[in-house]
Nanobody
Framework: QLQLVESGGGLVQPGGSLRLSCAVH????????VGWFRQAPGKEREGVSC????????NYADSVKGRFAISRDLAKKMVYLQMNSLEPEDTGVYYC?????????????????????WGQGTQVTVSS
């Protein structure tokens, strides 16, 4: 059973940076996409950024393009989300998720409904 553990959240001022990390456990295969999703209070969970199993395809929400960067280290089974120029609107619980579906893992589809495995989430708060 694939397990995911997020870390790196916290409180940061507007304009600041954070790097989220997602550790993948209990899964020997490398054939899975990983995505970062977030949920703000009173809002639906949304896709932030996703990366294909090979790392060659990535997708970003329009609101984070140019500010966030996703990457993965296959050998360490880690996925990272570098978040720069953070805005108060980026506040929320950030979840790491993974899925082995063929289309999802090849195209880095970034819809929450496509992901079967989820971490517990890490809080990101952007406030002065």
């Amino acid at each position: 059973q694939l397990q995911l553990v997020e870390s790196g959240g916290g409180l940061v001022q507007p304009g600041g940076s954070l790097r989220l990390s997602c550790a993948v456990h209990e899964f020997t295969s490398d054939y899975y996409a990983v995505g970062w999703f977030r949920q703000a209070p009173g809002k639906e969970r949304e896709g932030v950024s996703c990366i294909s199993s090979s790392g060659s395809n990535t997708n970003y929400a329009d609101s984070v393009k140019g500010r966030f960067a996703i990457s993965r280290d296959l050998a360490k089974k880690m996925v990272y989300l570098q978040m720069n120029s953070l805005e108060p609107e980026d506040t929320g619980v950030y979840y790491c998720a993974a899925d082995t579906g063929f289309i999802t893992r090849r195209q880095a589809v970034c819809s929450p409904a496509r992901y079967a495995y989820w971490g517990q989430g890490t809080q990101v708060t952007v406030s002065s």
